[in-house]
Each structure stands twice: as structure tokens, then as C-alpha cells.
């Protein structure tokens, strides 16, 4: 039987009435067909599950729609333009901890790609795939098992469920040396809000062979554009996959004293700088470790923070240190064998830092998922961080550190006293770019004590405006703090985003809000 007509949305977006709502959802079902165009309370709910410490209100969508063709998308932004009904595109939605699936304000029609999930290609000979929206790592990694192609991902941590191209355009980071996702990027299809289709890079070139394999094409480099931003829709991205190597060698050193984080920079920068330490190394902290791998209350029942005492007893019992690094090495049996001498040699000579091997670790937590995280596997051993307070209050807040010592014992510091002023604990690591590091902190809290959870927004905006005041800022934000964070990189930089939104969605139809960009 055909699906009744989806019923009236029980929210509106901004300036829109409910007869052009009603108009555009009833085109949307002449273009997707009823049961592409959700409307009702319980198929809305998991759009507005949230664990930012915001009501679920503020970000309730209208409506889910399910798209599975370029030409969907085009005729939907018609609709769109035609009653200016704006549109939060995702792709697997799992954006935990930086707004998950729910648009950034309330009323946005969700425009869900989960199903335009085609692997377009794969080629094993230039390392290169091009994936839709929907391609989760899993499929892809399954993908390339079945076809016996030795080629490697790199993928976020919870990453079985999430995918590349949504991954990517949020500029997230994995633990390979294609850590740096954005970087390892390689060609777009782009549905701009007029409805063409631009394909960036060599995409544009009839008949080229170069799309996947070279970035720049000519001309102004557009790519970046359509990362973190809403001028357009990615219906096609490709990417990079690294070379199963020959031999893997995952290892970890750990430091007994939070201050080692000082030394921990200097005696490693220079490593991964000359890139004999290839991959996106990790420094994780006693408690970031803790939480991967047990609740908090194994150890402590406590409200607010949990006490340095409670953190020495959990880093004597579970063997854990006060900060503990992951990195790898990669490459051919003598490769790894000097690169493994450079740096044991450079640890000594720090005088610091015990080495544990995967042969010492011998299949244990949390090294054995780190080993995972850093050859590209899937593993889920992170949503633990969740249970560690319980109550399903997670954000991100994630500055920019450059890579000196000096100032990551500032962050550190900084991070540890504002979290303290509210009751929550520091829980960080942090991922070790080119030569910068990411200093990702899981702001944990229980989302179903209203008090916790008003303390944890007041404390995430202070931790935002704290670091802004010392010149630091963030790679990347929940949907709750997008205009807070844009602030901190000046007015110029938010009026040429405003001006590039004009040009190319003067209706502001697209992702309003996001990045803190509208018309
Ligand atoms: P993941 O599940 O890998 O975390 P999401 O699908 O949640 O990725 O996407 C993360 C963010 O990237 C979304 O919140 C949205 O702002 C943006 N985004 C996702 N898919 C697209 C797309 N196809 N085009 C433009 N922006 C997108």
C-alpha cells in the first residue's frame, strides 16, 4: 500500500508559514515519494538527539528527507529557493559531540544522504577511491577486503557507522599518516543552491583521468570552500588510501607527570617533523585512557571532579600513565627497524618515558584499539568516554595548539582550571598534526541533570572566550557555539564567508548557521 501523505510539521523554520511549508513538503513527496519525506515525532526524534548542552528544541528539524540522486538534490533546492525553506544536509549523521544529525536551528529540513551510499571507484593502482555521501568506513573497508585490495583508511574513532565524505568535509582527523583528512582529499561534486554541479579540481575536464589524483586543478582552489561551511552540497568526494605496509609497528611510551607533557613535545616534534614518526600520533591523557575502557565509578562515585588522589590510584592499578602516547611505525622491515632506533634512541636520551611494545601489551586495553585506530580498523572502544560520567552530555572542545611545549602546558593548565571552576573533568588528547596539534577535550557531562547541564554551557562558552582572550582557537565546534567560535577569527574573515554566501545561496537556503555563516 502507498504510505499516507506525510502530515503537517509540528515545527516551522524561521519566516516560513505554514502554507508554504505545507506546499514545499507535498513537492518534496512529488520528487521522493511519500516515504522519502518523514514529517512525524517519532521518525524526527533520533534527528534531535543531541549531546551538546542545549535543549533539543533549539534543534528540532521539520523534516527528514531521503535523497539518492544528484538530480533529487536539484529539484529539492528549487523547492527550497521557491519558499525559502532552509535545508541541513548530513551525511551519516554521526557527528557525536559537534550537534549529531540535528540541524543548527531548529526547523531545518534534514536532508539525509544515508542511502546515496554508491563506491564509485576504487583504484588499486593509484591508491585513490571516490565515495558518495552515505559510504560508511565499514562499507568501504569491507569493500576493499572483498575485492583483496591492500589499501588502508584512515578514520575518526568511533568510525565503523560514520563515514569519508561527511568525516571529511567537517575536517575531522584520524590516527594513519592520512590522519590529516582534508588533506588526503582529492576532487568534489558539488551541488551549489542554483542547482549546478560543479566538480572541483580536474573534474571539470572532459574526459580527464586526473580527477582523484591531483588537487589543484587551475585556477582558485575551491575545494576548501566546501569544507565546514554551506555553499553547497557534496554529492561525490575522493580521497587517498595509504598502502598496507609491509610491516606495522604500534607502539606507545608513557609518562608518569602531567607536566611531562612539556618534554613529551619536544622529544617528539622533530620526530614526526621529519616524519619518522609518520602517522597522526596521539598524547592521551590518564583520564581520556580511564574512560575508554571503564566507568568512573569503578574507581570513584563522587559529584564534581575527580580527585588527582582517584587519578594516581587508577594510573598505579590499571598501569596507566599521566599521559600516554600512541604512534606507529610503517614501512618495510628495515624501514621500521631505523626509524625504531631513532627513536628509542631519542627517548633515552630524554631520560624520560617508558616504551611498551604490542608484543608487552600483548592484546590488551586500551593499546589494542589505539594499534586499531592508528592501521585505520574500526573500533567503537571510544564511546566509552560516554559512560564515563554517564548521562549522554558530550562537546568537543578542541583548540589549536602549536606543537612547542611551552604552550601546551598553558593549554593544559588552562583547560584543567575552567573545568575545574565547573565540577567536570579534563579529558584530553592530543592528535599530532604536521606541526600543529589538535588539543581535543570531551566535555562530559549528564545531559539529564539540568543544573550539570547549564554548567557545562557556561562552561564550554568560558573555555571558548578563556583561550580566545591567549590567541587560541578552535578547529572545529558544536552546532551551539558556531557564532562564538567564527568570532574569534576576526570580522574580515566572517564577512568574506558572509559575502560568499551571498553569491552563491542568496536565498540562504543552505546549512544556516553553520560555521556561524548566514546571508
Ligand atoms: P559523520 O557521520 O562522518 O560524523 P556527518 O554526516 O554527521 O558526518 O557530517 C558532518 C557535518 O558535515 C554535518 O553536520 C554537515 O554540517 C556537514 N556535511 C555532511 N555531509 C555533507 C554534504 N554532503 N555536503 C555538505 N556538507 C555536509
Same mark, same amino acid.
Not at 54 to 78: F, G, M, N, T
Not at 103 to 118: F, T
Not at 489 to 501: C, E, H
Given at each position: 500500500?502507498?504510505?499516507?501523505?506525510?502530515?503537517?510539521?509540528?515545527? =516551522?523554520?524561521?519566516?516560513?508559514?505554514?502554507?508554504?511549508?505545507?506546499?514545499?513538503?507535498?513537492?518534496?513527496?512529488?520528487?521522493?515519494?511519500?516515504?522519502?519525506?518523514?514529517?512525524?515525532?517519532?521518525?524526527?526524534?533520533?534527528?534531535?538527539?543531541?549531546?551538546?548542552?542545549?535543549?533539543?528544541?533549539?534543534?528540532?528539524? &521539520?523534516?527528514? =528527507?531521503?535523497?539518492?540522486?544528484?538530480?533529487?538534490?536539484?529539484?529539492?533546492?528549487?523547492?527550497?529557493?521557491?519558499? $525559502?525553506?532552509?535545508?541541513?544536509?548530513?551525511?551519516? *549523521?554521526?557527528?557525536?559531540?559537534?550537534?549529531?544529525?540535528?540541524?543548527?536551528?531548529?526547523?531545518?529540513?534534514?536532508?539525509?544522504?544515508?542511502?546515496?551510499?554508491?563506491?564509485?571507484?576504487?583504484?588499486?593502482?593509484?591508491?585513490?577511491?571516490?565515495?558518495?555521501?552515505? @559510504?560508511?568506513?565499514?562499507?568501504?573497508?569491507?569493500?576493499?577486503?572483498? /575485492?583483496?585490495?591492500?589499501?588502508?583508511?584512515?578514520?575518526?574513532?568511533?568510525?565503523?557507522?560514520?563515514?569519508?565524505?561527511?568525516?571529511?568535509?567537517?575536517?575531522?582527523?584520524?590516527?594513519?599518516?592520512?590522519?590529516?583528512?582534508?588533506?588526503?582529499?582529492?576532487?568534489?561534486?558539488?551541488?551549489?543552491? /542554483?542547482?549546478?554541479?560543479?566538480? +572541483?579540481?580536474?573534474?571539470?575536464?572532459? %574526459?580527464?583521468?586526473?580527477?582523484?589524483?591531483?588537487?589543484?586543478?587551475?585556477?582558485?582552489?575551491?575545494?576548501?570552500?566546501?569544507?565546514? &561551511?554551506?555553499?553547497? #552540497?557534496? +554529492?561525490?568526494?575522493?580521497?587517498?588510501?595509504?598502502? $598496507?605496509?609491509?610491516?606495522?609497528?604500534?607502539?606507545?611510551?608513557?609518562?608518569?607527570?602531567?607536566?611531562?607533557?612539556?618534554? #613529551?613535545?619536544?622529544?617528539?616534534?622533530?620526530?614526526?617533523?621529519?616524519? @619518522? !614518526?609518520?602517522?597522526?600520533?596521539?598524547?592521551?591523557?590518564?583520564?581520556?585512557?580511564?574512560?575508554?575502557?571503564?566507568?568512573?565509578?569503578?574507581?570513584?562515585?563522587?559529584?564534581?571532579?575527580?580527585?588527582?588522589?582517584?587519578?594516581?590510584?587508577?594510573?598505579?592499578?590499571?598501569?596507566?600513565?599521566?599521559?600516554?602516547?600512541?604512534?606507529?611505525?610503517? *614501512?618495510?622491515?628495515?624501514? @621500521?627497524?631505523?626509524?625504531?632506533?631513532?627513536?628509542?634512541?631519542? !627517548? $633515552?636520551?630524554?631520560?624520560?618515558?617508558?616504551?611498551?611494545?604490542?608484543?608487552?601489551?600483548?592484546?590488551?586495553?586500551?593499546?589494542?584499539?589505539?594499534?586499531?585506530?592508528?592501521? *585505520?580498523?574500526?573500533?567503537?572502544?571510544?564511546? %566509552?568516554?560516554?559512560?564515563?560520567?554517564?548521562?549522554?552530555?558530550?562537546?568537543?572542545?578542541?583548540?589549536?595548539?602549536?606543537?612547542?611545549?611551552?604552550?601546551?602546558?598553558?593549554?593544559?593548565?588552562?583547560?584543567?582550571?575552567?573545568?575545574?571552576?565547573?565540577?567536570?573533568?579534563?579529558?584530553?588528547?592530543?592528535?599530532?598534526?604536521?606541526?600543529?596539534?589538535?588539543?581535543?577535550?570531551?566535555?562530559?557531562?549528564?545531559?539529564?541533570?539540568?543544573?550539570?547541564?547549564?554548567?557545562?554551557?557556561?562552561?564550554?562558552?568560558?573555555?571558548?572566550?578563556?583561550?580566545?582572550?591567549?590567541?587560541?582557537?578552535?578547529?572545529?565546534?558544536?552546532?551551539?557555539?558556531?557564532?562564538?567560535?567564527?568570532?574569534?577569527? *576576526?570580522? @574580515?574573515?566572517?564577512?568574506?564567508?558572509?559575502? =560568499?554566501?551571498?553569491?552563491?545561496?542568496?536565498?540562504?537556503?543552505?546549512?544556516?548557521?553553520?560555521?556561524?555563516?548566514?546571508?
Amino acid at each position: 500500500a502507498q504510505p499516507a501523505a506525510p502530515a503537517d510539521p509540528a515545527v =516551522l523554520p524561521a519566516g516560513v508559514s505554514a502554507a508554504d511549508m505545507h506546499a514545499a513538503i507535498t513537492k518534496f513527496v512529488a520528487i521522493l515519494g511519500p516515504q522519502n519525506v518523514i514529517t512525524d515525532a517519532d521518525h524526527i526524534a533520533p534527528y534531535t538527539k543531541v549531546m551538546i548542552a542545549e535543549s533539543e528544541d533549539l534543534h528540532r528539524p &521539520s523534516a527528514v =528527507l531521503y535523497a539518492r540522486e544528484v538530480s533529487e538534490i536539484q529539484q529539492i533546492l528549487k523547492v527550497c529557493n521557491e519558499f $525559502k525553506v532552509p535545508i541541513w544536509t548530513i551525511s551519516t *549523521g554521526r557527528n557525536f559531540g559537534y550537534g549529531s544529525a540535528a540541524p543548527q536551528s531548529a526547523g531545518q529540513v534534514v536532508l539525509d544522504l544515508k542511502h546515496m551510499n554508491r563506491i564509485l571507484d576504487v583504484d588499486p593502482v593509484l591508491c585513490t577511491a571516490l565515495v558518495e555521501p552515505g @559510504v560508511t568506513y565499514q562499507q568501504l573497508k569491507d569493500y576493499l577486503e572483498e /575485492n583483496d585490495i591492500p589499501l588502508w583508511l584512515s578514520c575518526p574513532a568511533p568510525s565503523a557507522i560514520a563515514g569519508p565524505l561527511g568525516n571529511t568535509v567537517d575536517r575531522g582527523v584520524g590516527y594513519t599518516p592520512y590522519g590529516e583528512h582534508f588533506m588526503m582529499q582529492c576532487g568534489m561534486e558539488v551541488v551549489l543552491a /542554483n542547482g549546478d554541479v560543479l566538480r +572541483t579540481g580536474m573534474g571539470g575536464v572532459e %574526459g580527464t583521468s586526473a580527477w582523484q589524483v591531483f588537487k589543484w586543478g587551475y585556477g582558485p582552489y575551491l575545494d576548501g570552500i566546501f569544507t565546514q &561551511s554551506n555553499y553547497g #552540497i557534496v +554529492t561525490k568526494m575522493g580521497m587517498w588510501l595509504m598502502p $598496507k605496509p609491509p610491516v606495522y609497528k604500534p607502539f606507545c611510551i608513557r609518562y608518569d607527570k602531567d607536566e611531562d607533557i612539556h618534554d #613529551i613535545v619536544e622529544t617528539l616534534r622533530p620526530l614526526r617533523i621529519a616524519n @619518522v !614518526i609518520p602517522n597522526a600520533m596521539v598524547f592521551a591523557n590518564v583520564m581520556w585512557e580511564a574512560a575508554a575502557i571503564m566507568p568512573r565509578s569503578k574507581y570513584y562515585d563522587g559529584d564534581g571532579v575527580t580527585p588527582d588522589s582517584v587519578l594516581e590510584e587508577i594510573k598505579a592499578k590499571e598501569g596507566l600513565g599521566a599521559w600516554n602516547v600512541y604512534a606507529a611505525l610503517y *614501512g618495510t622491515k628495515e624501514q @621500521v627497524e631505523v626509524n625504531w632506533q631513532i627513536i628509542t634512541g631519542a !627517548i $633515552k636520551a630524554s631520560g624520560k618515558g617508558t616504551i611498551i611494545t604490542e608484543e608487552q601489551a600483548a592484546g590488551t586495553q586500551p593499546f589494542d584499539y589505539r594499534a586499531k585506530l592508528m592501521r *585505520g580498523d574500526m573500533t567503537l572502544q571510544e564511546f %566509552g568516554l560516554y559512560r564515563w560520567r554517564g548521562g549522554g552530555g558530550s562537546m568537543w572542545f578542541a583548540p589549536v595548539t602549536a606543537a612547542k611545549g611551552s604552550e601546551t602546558v598553558e593549554q593544559t593548565r588552562l583547560a584543567k582550571q575552567i573545568l575545574g571552576e565547573y565540577g567536570l573533568d579534563y579529558v584530553a588528547e592530543y592528535i599530532v598534526g604536521m606541526r600543529d596539534m589538535h588539543h581535543v577535550i570531551d566535555v562530559l557531562y549528564n545531559r539529564s541533570d539540568p543544573d550539570e547541564m547549564a554548567r557545562a554551557h557556561e562552561c564550554f562558552a568560558k573555555l571558548l572566550s578563556e583561550f580566545g582572550k591567549r590567541g587560541y582557537a578552535v578547529y572545529r565546534v558544536n552546532t551551539a557555539f558556531m557564532d562564538q567560535a567564527a568570532d574569534l577569527f *576576526g570580522p @574580515v574573515k566572517r564577512k568574506v564567508d558572509q559575502t =560568499l554566501k551571498r553569491a552563491l545561496d542568496p536565498n540562504g537556503i543552505l546549512a544556516p548557521g553553520k560555521s556561524g555563516i548566514r546571508i
